[in-house]
């Protein structure tokens, strides 16, 4: 039996006794066409968000050599793991991100133009320019304020789960990670307390197979990363994390199975990350090219695409039009963004606390009363 | 008025504000059916029960990293870390996380969590039981710090702190855990945080002191005094953001001042504080500011005392700086 499919046993043999056609969706990845979850509506919803954080992240990366942003974290290559973890999600439930989930906060509202002036790092941004570029946070939209400190955000959904719980709130919380995260401490600790506590949480694994340099086999000796679940008492899931319709199916199971009060499960999806790490990377030199030409033939939004063309969903001509309107949007919200101002200086001392000790009020005079004297 | 010793004051603003508030949560290891080591969450699990009063896993990073996530999400949480030595695992969960969130977020996410945990020697605990940590979250933007030394001001400031928004490090100083003793008021009231105690008024030289040495301080302080040396005694009580307004008002009036702590000496709260009054108190001065400290050496288990910068140490402290001719 292929290690995959070892873990899915493991995960679908604990739920047995709420077996339906959503765990042999989930159970039978890649034979997706006519599973019950994702309708073509569905599907094309996927899409047209897979699209546009496709473009974005291309646009950005332009922009980012063009000099006119200083760091950019690209989602390319991970669209379905994106957008179809994401898409299962309820308006209500949270969601802690890691470096590659912003598209999961525009997926549930949040407007391009504030969150490309994030990565501007100016006026427009609501967290006020305070974190590098692909940290976004927006509590509208509840996609919490992440570190760049890896696996920390693990034990906190763990605690924010548990407080739905108390509240007795339906909320669900979904924890997002990627491969080499699972050998933080705080993987550990989280999945721990998430099994003690049968938090309804759902941690889902982005497991790219890259952290920077470092592959996988590198990261674990685990046969997968879904079978760690085992261990700490929850199901694991492993499902092709480029076909958006298996990861829809296996993170919507994971997510009611925890409203259903049944605890949190770990969710692996299978995906690669098509470009660098990030605009700071240079994956030539410790990535084989021919690897990367494999995965470009599994491109998610590539694929997605002749799915909904073999539906007779959708065709040339759609695609097209979409294509240039997502264009015109992304454009259209950079100019709007690059244009603001930068956040004014009294900002840098806002927000330490709640209100604003004397020590900071005396460094804020001493910055302002040198710039008065020798400018900036 | 009952008089309580310290864990009973901060077993009884615990039970008080669980009361009047579902929100707060407490959780940490051995809190629940056990009460807690040193007994300071006697009884809440009786009260409250076992989803308000929570006996987590053995891992201090996890109780921090799931307590920000409950106050993320509305909850009060009140972490204990049973010794402080043992914060070390969470450091990276109260740093990077706990103290940023609210800057990082611009306000959109804060994380109000109370971590109580015992600090200081003087019971036989060696390298591990004994550490005082308080620098290396005074150095973080974004946390209160705050350290009773009596059983008044701990039900009082640990009142304070689970009303307000910010997140507090909450050092109990274990050596007077039962030994400090007073009254402590009925109900409901509070000891607001920033606020220093003025504990006993001199006008030749301030010391200033908290925790388990502000006691250590008051033996030496009235030693001092019948050698004719009239000091002014402060205890801190919020060790940041402290109330520098105090401590200035009493070296303007003195011109000389003590620091007393137990942490190691180099990096430690005495140095900020010797550098702010030098800034704001220079033309007062008569006398080089003197730190009484713990030595910069780990904690040891045999010559704890030797350790300690107990009252004779003060009163040297003391006694020099007071006769110092410039």
């Given amino acids: ?376 | 008025m009952p008089t309580l010793n310290l864990l009973q004051a901060v077993n009884d603003a615990l039970r008080l504000e669980m009361r009047r508030d579902n929100r707060v949560v407490v959780m940490g290891e051995d809190v629940g059916k056990f009460g807690g080591v040193f007994r300071a969450t006697a009884g809440l699990y009786e009260e409250f029960g076992p989803e308000r009063v929570i006996d987590t896993p053995l891992a201090e990073g996890g109780i921090i990293g799931t307590a920000i996530g409950m106050a993320l999400y509305g909850l009060k949480p009140v972490p204990e870390i049973q010794f402080s030595d043992f914060i070390y695992p969470a450091f990276d969960q109260i740093v990077s996380e706990l103290a940023k969130m609210r800057y990082r977020s611009a306000g959109q996410y804060t994380a109000p969590v109370v971590i109580r945990t015992p600090f200081g020697g003087g019971i036989k605990g060696g390298l591990y039981h004994s550490q005082s940590p308080e620098a290396l979250f005074i150095h973080q933007a974004g946390l209160r710090v705050v350290a009773p030394s009596n059983p008044y001001d701990a039900k009082g400031l640990l009142l304070a702190a689970l009303r307000q928004n910010d997140p507090v490090i909450f050092f109990e100083p274990k050596r007077v855990y039962r030994a400090a003793k007073g009254e402590v008021p009925e109900g409901d009231y509070e000891v607001p945080l920033g606020e220093a105690s003025v504990m006993r008024e001199g006008d030749q030289l301030t010391v200033i002191a908290y925790g388990a040495m502000v006691h250590e301080a008051s033996q030496a302080v009235e030693e001092a005094a019948s050698q004719g040396i009239g000091c002014e005694l402060i205890d801190l009580r919020t060790l940041w953001p402290l109330d520098i307004d105090t401590l200035v008002a009493s070296v303007q009036k003195t011109g000389r001042a003590v620091i007393v702590h137990e942490a190691p000496r180099t990096c430690g709260l005495g140095g900020e504080i010797a550098a702010l009054l030098q800034e704001r108190c220079f033309v007062n001065l008569e006398a080089p500011i003197r730190r009484v400290t713990g030595w910069d050496t780990p904690f040891p288990y045999t010559l704890d005392e030797e350790y300690l910068p107990l009252a004779p140490r003060i009163l040297q402290g003391i006694e020099d700086t007071a006769r110092y001719v410039a």
């Fill in chain 1, 1 to 376: 039996m292929a290690p995959a499919n070892r873990a899915l046993q493991l995960a679908s043999s604990s739920r047995k006794k709420s077996s339906n056609k959503k765990t042999t969706v989930a159970r039978q990845s890649g034979a997706m066409s006519a599973h019950p979850l994702l309708h073509t509506q569905g599907l094309l919803e996927c899409y047209r968000a897979m699209l546009r954080i496709r473009t974005l992240d291309e646009r950005m990366m332009t922009l980012q050599r063009q000099g006119r942003i200083g760091f950019y974290g690209a989602c390319t290559g991970q669209e379905a793991a994106c957008i179809g973890s994401a898409y299962a999600l309820r308006a209500n439930d949270w969601v802690f991100p890691a470096l590659r989930e912003g598209g999961a906060m525009l997926l549930r509202g949040f407007a391009l133009v504030p969150y490309i002036a994030q990565v501007f790092g100016n006026s427009g941004d609501i967290t006020k320019g305070r974190q590098m570029p692909s940290h976004q946070a927006a509590a509208s939209v509840h996609q919490v304020s992440w570190s760049s400190v890896i696996g920390t955000q693990l034990s906190q959904a763990v605690g924010a789960a548990w407080a739905a719980k108390l509240k007795k709130d339906d909320t669900v919380v979904m924890a997002y990670l990627g491969d080499g995260a699972t050998s933080s401490n705080d993987f550990h600790v989280a999945m721990n307390f998430a099994g003690v506590f049968k938090a309804p949480v759902v941690f889902v694994c982005q497991n790219n197979h890259w952290s920077i340099s470092v592959p996988t086999d590198h990261q674990t000796a685990s046969e997968s990363i879904a079978i760690k679940a085992v261990a700490y008492g929850l199901p694991g899931v492993k499902v092709d994390g480029n076909d958006v319709s298996a990861v829809y199916a296996a993170v919507a199971a994971a997510v009611e199975r925890a409203r259903r009060g049944q605890g949190a499960t770990l969710v692996e999806l299978e995906t690669y990350r098509m470009g660098a790490h990030s605009s700071s990377d240079d994956p030539s030199r410790y990535r084989d090219p021919a690897e990367v030409e494999a995965w470009k033939k599994k491109d998610p939004v590539e694929r997605l695409r002749s799915r909904l063309f073999a539906l007779n969903a959708w065709n040339s001509a759609q695609d097209k039009a979409l294509q240039a309107e997502l264009l015109e949007e992304v454009n259209t919200a950079i100019k709007e963004a690059e244009s603001l101002p930068p956040p004014s200086i009294a900002t840098l001392f806002e927000d330490v606390y709640q209100g604003e000790p004397w020590h900071l009020k005396e460094q804020r005079a001493e910055l302002l009363e040198s710039i008065k004297r020798h400018g900036r």
